[in-house]
């Protein structure tokens, strides 16, 4: 009977919709969309970029935010494999690693540093390694797929922690952050804010660039990919090489985003390789939602919050501290969501709108009865 | 039109040669040769297990051959995978429906038609943007008779309507030859009406191959009929030979039809 009822909706919303609505991938539909997406973006985008000059000496809360945009371009990046392409990758944690690992050695063996280039040098060191690992990953699926890019990130983890001389090995590396200049205007990256401003420019830029992607065809070929890979080879797709591309954006965005936490915390270690930097980042995919663009953002932005908030409280239970207990408390936080609300906080707001559409649907209905349905 | 008589005169739209496959001890399909002209509407019966749907796996590239040869055109595509037999211009329905369950039927069909017409890398420009492509999936809608039903999530829609759409992504990839496995199967005597109706409108250069249980079916549509029985061929002729032979009736009709 629910059923019905939620595809009469559908039909309805289609009808008032115009043609375009219908053509877009369902689960990639967020009910904000148009004006109201718009401005709510917008609204967001102006908050976050002119809280630095209204609240700018609590540098802590600066530096929280540009940590939650650096996990949200990362969660996002992610995103594209595990939500759009439906591949379940437990090691893209390799990718943050290199684009940390790539200013981090260029801070150490490079006078004179430049921002721009570092970022360039993550984004195609990220960008290569992707092209490298997804060659030999893309040739399996399922479990074999999530172990093989465990099995490179561990590797690489390996790596940095053994090669001293290259990587620092157990000491990592000290990353001072270089100036920007942009067009004879200079940003002070040492400071909090500065740094913060350029982290929402990339992440914006993140956002976009993947925006684009997901709705190019070649998005639309991953979604191909995602919900039935063997009949769109049926097709004509050789579909290794849209996942093998998919990689590589994935990779290049993943190295920005290791590059940004390099500068943000002026320091690289072997742990951005490790596999709970990977597992980190999956469960903020998922807790936000995966396949929408927003639903990534926010489960980055609400584990930081969590993770923040949680390590402030003095709440114990005899020995047990809570706040020394954060992972737990995000494993809690993750069993609740996969077992109530597996399509994470976006699932959550879609279901929460579908009630509210459902609700008013049936109220017009009960309108058009009283008018003898005649506009129907 | 007696395509019979013009076998050794042109080129075939197919050509299979000795086509065998074993899965152990079990010859599937056993020795198969056929030749189909093109614009021919070749049907392939034959009692369950005769090897019909492994004889389309063979062709459209879905499992290798244990032995034999394939040949589209003047191409050998033998070895080839079966996405590059697309490109030649093979496609296929499956007997049972694989489509894209949780898209829109206007989705489904943008993506079997972006990729012959070449833009499915396109990363530049947003899917909606392409109008000649979303032109060609209304065309390829309305000929299948599922215009009205472009937004609906495959999942949402009847069983008739997804084998319709079956037919609609087969058609998108621009075929030279379509293989059609069971493209009735399930459906009810309304819709079954309503699919013959479909496959004979198909344009007449298009080659089709089509597998089928319903013998009714089968004789509205066939010009030439080959049986399969037990994975070899059994006999070959036009549908009204079929008909009258002793030995069809004995392994076809004779398992419970009549």
Known sequence: MSIEKAEQNKQVEAGSEGQGAGQRPLNTLWPGRGWLGWGVGLLALLALAVYPLLNGQDTFAVGLLTEMLIYGLFALSLNLLLGYTGLVSFGHASFFGLGAYSVGILATRVENNSFLVGIAASLLVGAVGALVLGFFSIRTSGIYFLMLTLAFSQMLYAIAFKWTDFTGGSNGLTVRTPELNLFGWTVDLGQTSGLYWVTL???????????????????????????????????????????????????????????????????????????????????????????????????????????????????????????????????????????????????????????????????????????????? | ??????????????????????????????????RVEP????????????????????????????????RLGNRDVTRLPDWRRVRLGLSRTFQRNNLFTSLPVFENVRLAVQRPQGVSYDLLRSARSHTGINDRVGEILEQVGLSARAKTVVANLSYGEQRQLEIALALATEPTILLLDEPTAGMSVAETGRMITLIERLPPGLTLLIVEHDMEVVFAIAQRITVLHLGQVLTEGEPAQIKGDPQVREVYFGEGEQ
Not at chain 1, 256 to 280: D, I, K, P
Not at chain 2, 6 to 28: C, D, K, W, Y
Request: with cysteine; charged share 10%.
């Open chain 1, 201 to 376: 420019a990339c992440f914006v830029i993140g956002f976009f660039v993947l925006r684009q992607v997901v709705q190019s065809p070649f998005g639309h070929s991953l979604v191909g990919i995602r919900d039935n890979e063997s009949r769109l080879t049926a097709l004509g797709y050789q579909t290794r090489n849209f996942k093998l591309l998919a990689f590589v954006i994935a990779g290049g965005l993943a190295g920005v985003a290791g590059a940004l936490n390099a500068y943000h915390n002026g320091f690289v270690s072997a742990n951005e390789f490790y596999w709970t930097t990977s597992g980190l980042v999956l469960v903020m995919v998922l807790l936000g939602g995966k396949g929408s663009l927003v639903g990534p953002v926010l489960g980055a932005f609400f584990v930081r919050l969590a993770e923040q908030f949680i390590q402030g409280q003095s709440w114990s239970l005899g020995s047990f501290v809570v706040s020394e207990r954060w992972t737990m408390v995000l494993g809690l936080v993750f069993i609740v969501f996969v077992l109530v609300a597996p399509s994470g906080i976006v699932g959550l707001w879609l279901s929460l709108v579908g009630l509210v559409q459902r609700r008013r649907g049936r109220a017009e209905a009960g309108l058009l009865e009283a008018k003898g349905g005649e506009s129907l």
């Open chain 2, 1 to 34: 039109m007696s395509l019979g008589t013009s076998t050794e005169v042109g080129r075939a739209a197919l050509q299979v040669t000795g086509l065998s496959r074993n899965f152990g001890s079990l010859r599937a399909v056993n020795n198969v040769s056929l």
């Open chain 2, 39 to 70: 614009g021919e509407r070749r049907a392939i019966i034959g009692p369950n297990g005769a090897g019909k749907t492994t004889f389309f796996n063979l062709v459209s590239g879905a499992i290798p051959v244990s032995a034999g040869s394939i």
